[in-house]
């Protein structure tokens, strides 16, 4: 479907009601068939408003229809009926991938950066790399249904711009949205990362169907994404669920964000690498340090248990106010999960309130390395037809 152009739909006009709409009810079949009548009430739209966009879906080759007993017209995404397109800007390297309404990735690029790239050279490597996944996937941009790009910060949603200055220097004072989009020359949504991946995996994951989540991204930097009755949750500046800046020692080392003693200076991938290096040498990576821990090395075997217990004990915390029913690790430490979950969930258990944590899942998540990736091309979908660079507001976020 022909993605929408830059400022090319007003807000409020029929086509953007129509829009939001669709996207609703793309959103709903995302997370599986519905009948036409279930859609129709869980959106909360007339049964002919929704007959009319199904059949615009349908010969569009989005939406495929088939015929159950006892159920009725039942609706379902039908595979590469349309493509997104998601960009996930870490620390350290950037992804671009296309990706069809079920979740399946058509093509990917992944380029390694360095700390300190700035907002232009990162958009000039995201141009460069959205180019060559619309080739691979025979598309144009205007093929698109959206664009989404997630970063490893929060997201001032008021401004679009980088909400915590220290956490990503070279973004600061940029207008994210306005720069990608205008060298890419199609509207792109902006969010935060670890938010990104509790929406992906809610979607297309282990937390699919789950009401209320928590998704711990655990790399250079460490975030939570918050789902709170099926809606992701951002709080009032969109700083919500920034687990790593939980003070664990007022007086430990100074983090980026100002402060001392956050979480993120004590379990950061980094972190862990350089409390390892001394002992087994240079070069270290998380991969291979699992990999020694699995062998029987008994120092990264250690650390990684110790790393476990201080996440949980901040995710203690969090349960105890947030009471999740599931939580779920990402990021590059989830590569450790084996070695995390069981001193996170005997933390958990000891430090939390029992009615918040008896029942309480702590899983690793199950979307993998493509997690951030896959959750920008899901918001990018969602906001095909009412984004344009005058819009301020992230519809069902809280």
Not at 126 to 152: H, N, Q, R, Y
Not at 347 to 363: K, N
Request: glycine share 14%; with cysteine.
């Amino acid at each position: 479907m022909p993605g929408r152009r830059l400022g090319s739909i007003g807000p409020g006009s029929p086509t953007a009601l129509r829009a939001a709409n669709e996207s609703r009810i793309l959103g709903l079949l995302a997370t599986g068939s519905r009948s036409q009548a279930e859609v129709a009430r869980e959106v909360g739209l007339a049964p002919s408003t929704v007959s009319n966009i199904v059949r615009d879906l349908v010969t569009r080759g989005v939406v495929s229809v088939t015929q159950e007993s006892g159920r009725g017209r039942v609706l379902a995404l039908s595979g590469r009926g349309t493509l997104s397109v998601g960009v996930d800007v870490g620390h350290r390297h950037i992804a671009v991938a296309s990706v069809t309404t079920t979740g399946e990735v058509v093509a990917e690029e992944r380029v390694d950066i360095g700390l300190r790239v700035t907002a232009a050279e990162a958009t000039e490597i995201i141009a460069e790399l959205f180019a060559s996944v619309l080739d691979a996937s025979d598309l144009g941009a205007e093929d698109l249904t959206g664009v989404g790009l997630g970063v490893p910060t929060p997201i001032e949603m008021s401004t679009r711009r980088v909400a915590a200055p220290s956490i990503l220097p070279g973004w600061v004072g940029v207008d994210i949205a306005d720069l990608v989009s205008s060298r890419l020359g199609h509207a792109v949504v902006v969010e935060n990362d670890a938010n990104l991946g509790a929406l992906a995996e809610r979607v297309w994951g282990a937390g699919r169907g789950c009401e209320s989540l928590a998704y711990l991204k655990l790399s250079e930097g460490v975030g939570a994404g918050l789902i709170l009755e099926g809606r992701l949750y951002r709080g009032r500046h969109g700083i919500a669920g920034e687990i790593g800046h939980t003070t664990m020692d007022e007086f430990g080392r100074v983090c980026r964000c100002g402060n001392r003693g956050c979480l993120e200076t004590l379990v950061a991938a980094r972190t862990v690498v350089d409390l390892l290096e001394p002992v087994r040498g240079p070069g270290l990576t998380i991969a291979r340090i699992v990999a020694l821990a699995d062998e029987g090395d008994v120092a990264c075997a250690r650390v990684l248990a110790d790393t476990g217990r201080l996440i949980g004990v901040a995710l203690a915390n969090l349960c105890n106010v947030f009471n999740p029913e599931l939580v779920l690790l990402g990021g590059e430490l989830s590569q450790a999960a084996r070695f995390l979950l069981p001193p996170m969930r005997e933390v958990v258990r000891r430090q939390g309130i029992p009615v918040a944590t008896e029942s309480l899942r702590i899983e690793a998540g199950a979307l993998g390395a493509q997690t951030h990736v896959l959750g920008a091309a899901w918001l990018g979908a969602q906001h095909h037809g009412i984004l344009d660079l005058g819009a301020r507001s992230v519809a069902g976020h809280r």
